[in-house]
């Protein structure tokens, strides 16, 4: 297991925030605004903190607790929208348009990715330079998959590694499933899934902006995608406590109870060397508290006429 719960932040998400907030400010940003199923707000208002910038999170009213926790106490603005993610994203564009803020949400700057890319540099060096046959990840906005095949490509262009490439295993949510159809489908894109609902909130990405670099990262690989049941992810995440992996998320679980499709149907071998990526902390994962702000309609007149003079003010 690579234990991305580990990070500053805890989760996979401190990787890609670091590296764009870094640069943001310096390319002169002072207000930096993105949408967040969760724990991307929570990294991106810790990092803007540390950097001395104003954020803006907008997240789904719906969003764990820690996570909205993690944005106030690190002083950003947390917006909570009655909408999924793909709506928190319409917000955030139109605060970016009208304000000036600088819009960091998935795919939409290139430097989240490079980020994320040092999760595939890691593997590469913690392995001695050997990749692993099969990479299993829980795929939401899925920029985990593309950052790591870009940082296999360039390894192997810098003579660090051969040719052989791991096989890319992307596993979803039954109920939030669009990577998992356009690939069962054989198309390079994948249409938004209707009403998303799922309680791994990491996965409740109805449409990901980077859908055919995900799509091409499995098929080139020779990987595959699958979805799981909600209760195949509580019931794993139960099991892997009890196997002494500690609490982990429910994203995690949903890898792992994918990792056992996977060696069941024979796409991945028992003698395989297989990375599973624990992607956040369990405790991240627990309902929204009862302080949470107040969400706002998913209205784009009301956004103008009363959440826009917030930040002209």
């Given at each position: 297991?690579?234990?991305?719960?580990?990070?500053?932040t805890?989760?996979?998400?401190?990787?890609?925030?670091?590296?764009?907030?870094?640069?943001?400010?310096?390319l002169?940003?002072?207000?930096?605004?993105?949408?967040?199923?969760?724990?991307?707000?929570g990294?991106?208002?810790?990092?803007?903190?540390?950097?001395?910038?104003?954020?803006?999170?907008?997240?789904?009213?719906?969003?764990?607790?820690?996570?909205?926790?993690?944005?106030?106490?690190?002083?950003?603005?947390?917006?909570?929208?009655?909408?999924?993610?793909?709506?928190?994203?319409?917000?955030?564009?139109?605060?970016?348009?009208?304000?000036?803020?600088f819009?960091?949400?998935?795919?939409?700057?290139?430097?989240?990715?490079?980020?994320?890319?040092t999760?595939?540099?890691?593997?590469?060096?913690?392995?001695?330079?050997?990749?692993?046959?099969?990479?299993?990840?829980?795929?939401?906005?899925?920029?985990?998959?593309?950052?790591?095949?870009?940082?296999?490509?360039?390894?192997?262009?810098?003579?660090?590694?051969?040719?052989?490439?791991?096989?890319?295993?992307?596993?979803?949510?039954?109920?939030?499933?669009?990577?998992?159809?356009?690939?069962?489908?054989?198309?390079?894109?994948?249409?938004?899934?209707e009403?998303?609902?799922?309680?791994?909130?990491?996965?409740?990405?109805p449409?990901?902006?980077?859908?055919f670099?995900?799509?091409?990262?499995?098929?080139?690989?020779g990987?595959?995608?699958?979805?799981?049941?909600?209760?195949?992810?509580?019931?794993?995440q139960?099991?892997m406590?009890?196997?002494?992996?500690?609490?982990?998320?429910?994203?995690?679980?949903?890898?792992?109870?994918?990792?056992?499709?996977?060696?069941?149907?024979?796409?991945?071998?028992?003698?395989?060397?297989?990375?599973?990526?624990?992607?956040?902390?369990?405790?991240?994962?627990?309902?929204?508290?009862l302080?949470?702000?107040?969400?706002?309609?998913?209205?784009?007149?009301f956004?103008?006429?009363?959440?826009?003079?917030?930040?002209?003010?």
């Open positions: 297991m690579k234990r991305e719960s580990l990070n500053p805890g989760s996979f998400k401190a990787r890609g925030m670091a590296v764009a907030v870094s640069r943001a400010v310096e002169g940003s002072k207000h930096l605004v993105a949408p967040s199923a969760g724990n991307a707000g990294a991106l208002a810790a990092y803007a903190a540390a950097a001395g910038v104003r954020a803006t999170v907008i997240m789904p009213s719906d969003s764990p607790a820690a996570n909205q926790v993690e944005v106030l106490v690190t002083g950003a603005d947390l917006l909570l929208l009655d909408g999924l993610i793909s709506d928190c994203g319409k917000l955030a564009r139109l605060i970016a348009e009208e304000t000036g803020a819009d960091l949400s998935t795919l939409k700057e290139p430097y989240r990715v490079e980020g994320k890319k999760m595939g540099l890691e593997i590469a060096e913690q392995l001695d330079w050997r990749l692993p046959d099969a990479i299993v990840y829980p795929t939401g906005g899925g920029t985990g998959v593309v950052g790591m095949w870009k940082a296999f490509a360039e390894l192997e262009s810098m003579g660090l590694v051969g040719t052989d490439r791991p096989r890319m295993f992307c596993v979803q949510a039954e109920g939030c499933a669009p990577i998992v159809r356009a690939f069962e489908e054989g198309s390079r894109f994948a249409t938004s899934w009403n998303a609902s799922t309680a791994a909130s990491g996965l409740r990405v449409s990901a902006v980077g859908d670099l995900i799509l091409d990262a499995v098929r080139q690989s990987g595959a995608a699958v979805a799981v049941p909600e209760a195949a992810m509580f019931e794993m139960r099991r406590g009890s196997l002494g992996l500690g609490f982990v998320s429910l994203e995690t679980a949903a890898a792992a109870a994918g990792l056992d499709a996977f060696v069941k149907s024979g796409l991945v071998g028992r003698r395989d060397t297989v990375l599973l990526f624990d992607t956040g902390a369990g405790f991240k994962s627990e309902p929204p508290p302080n949470a702000p107040r969400p706002i309609p998913n209205d784009e007149a956004w103008r006429e009363r959440v826009l003079p917030g930040f002209r003010a």
